[in-house]
């Protein structure tokens, strides 16, 4: 009768492999730990302004930072209150929603007939169809108007779906950002700045 201990790796496994593996293991491990737990928190602001970011950062005064606690609105014509906005939603896993609002807009610019067919399609294909990569929360009526829409797309078809998503961020996102460490500690940034 052979006996083995449990430290003796199993019959024709290479124990250098196993270690190996059990490092990997180890380390995914940790990446996946990390984005498992949500964080509100950004001690450098400069990953979540767009263009050049440490001049961003100087030129994003208390006054426009405060602004964005107005309204939702004030806060969506910022590009740095969206790109913060969207930093805050990818710590909540939503920033689909977000982006679809911004595509929408965009899509509402496009002034070519044979492009605003293949960008509605895109767009619906991305975030209303039912399984989209980035399914935005709307209910049934709103997805299939939407789809309606896309028989003869124009530049409104999104309108009811865009609507739904704001409203959602507006009562749901937009407090919780207002509310979280990453937006006060942008305010206390710009703040010291000016001391």
């Given amino acids: ?40 928190s950004c001690s450098d602001f400069t990953a979540i302004l767009p263009d050049k970011p440490n001049r961003a950062l100087k030129r994003l005064s208390t006054e426009e930072a405060t602004r964005w606690a107005d309204s939702f609105d004030v806060l969506l014509s910022h590009k740095y209150g969206v790109a913060a906005f969207r930093a805050f939603l990818k710590t909540e896993f939503s920033e689909e929603n977000l982006e679809f609002w911004l595509a929408c807009e965009e899509f509402k610019k496009t002034r070519s007939t044979a492009k605003l067919v293949s960008k509605a399609h895109r767009i619906f294909e991305e975030f209303v169809d039912v399984q989209a990569p980035r399914e935005v929360n709307i209910d049934f009526q709103t997805r299939e108007a939407t789809r309606k829409n896309m028989q003869e797309p124009s530049l409104t078809c999104f309108d009811q779906a865009q609507g739904k998503v704001h409203s959602l961020m507006e009562k749901d996102s937009y407090p919780r950002f207002l509310r979280s460490k990453m937006y006060l500690d942008l305010l206390s940034q710009s703040q010291r700045r000016l001391s």
Avoid: E, I
Avoid at 1 to 9: F, I, M
């Fill in 1 to 40: 009768l052979l006996t083995r201990s449990l430290s003796d790796p199993p019959a024709g496994k290479d124990p250098q492999a196993m270690r190996t593996g059990q490092r990997q293991n180890k380390g995914m491990r940790t990446r996946l730990g990390c984005l498992s737990h949500k964080s509100d």
